[in-house]
């Protein structure tokens, strides 16, 4: 029987000895926010920020009865005017973004990429349609994602009280060279998957 996303969560809970983390509402969540700083790091500077455009959080630490399984892990573009641009165009096509998801002091994602174009699909180019050939030679469109890592399984949970943050380095997959990002072509992340509220609720 498979690993649901509620039995990850209240198994970790269990073992962090979390006994009211059943009593709170689950539903689907995300966080998110940008390395403005340019440090390389993504949701460590998130108490400093207190705006929308750049993220939705106060701190990079869930409060109490509070905590993220994550789903899916996407990357974006902003620039200085806070608009979303496109990875590839920013980077060039043989740009990759290597990452580490970091929670506490266990790096529980190491050296992931995430490619500006090409294969494989599920790291593909920025919301574009590709011609796909289907039953019969059946010629369909297909869209890809964006940048994006989805979680197989239960995904990766993010418990409360325990900081977490993203490590990122952006290279030439060709050339092997780094790519330094700058204030016109600033990465943010974000994190989706089922969020636990400080709702007292029975419905985990």
């Known amino acids: 029987m498979a690993l649901s996303a509620q039995d ?7 073992k962090l000895g979390l006994s009211s983390l059943n009593l709170m509402q689950g539903s689907t969540g995300a966080v998110y ?7 390389g790091q993504i949701f460590t500077s ?4 207190q705006n929308p455009s750049i993220t939705n959080l106060t701190q990079n630490e869930f409060e109490v009865n509070e905590a993220l399984l994550v789903e899916t892990i996407g990357f974006y573009v902003l620039n200085a005017s806070n608009n979303t641009i496109n990875f590839q165009q920013a980077y060039g096509s043989n740009a990759v973004i ?3 998801l970091v929670i506490g002091n266990k790096r529980v994602m190491k050296d992931t990429p995430v490619f500006a174009s090409g294969s494989p699909y599920t790291f593909a180019n920025v919301a574009t349609s590709t011609q796909l050939v289907g039953a019969e030679d059946e010629v369909v469109t297909g869209f890809l994602p964006r940048h994006q890592v989805y979680m197989e399984g239960a ?3 993010i418990p409360p009280q325990v900081q977490w943050y993203v490590d990122y380095r952006i290279f030439n997959v060709v050339t092997g060279a780094t790519i330094a990002a700058t204030a016109e072509t600033q990465i943010g992340c974000s994190l989706f998957g089922t969020r636990v509220l400080l709702n007292f609720n029975t419905s985990i």
């Open 98 to 100: 290597v990452f580490d």
């Open 8 to 14: 990850k969560i209240l198994y970790v809970a269990n």
């Open 46 to 49: 998130a108490s400093r920020h």
């Open 155 to 157: 995904g990766v949970l």
């Open 33 to 39: 926010d940008v390395d403005t700083d340019i440090s």
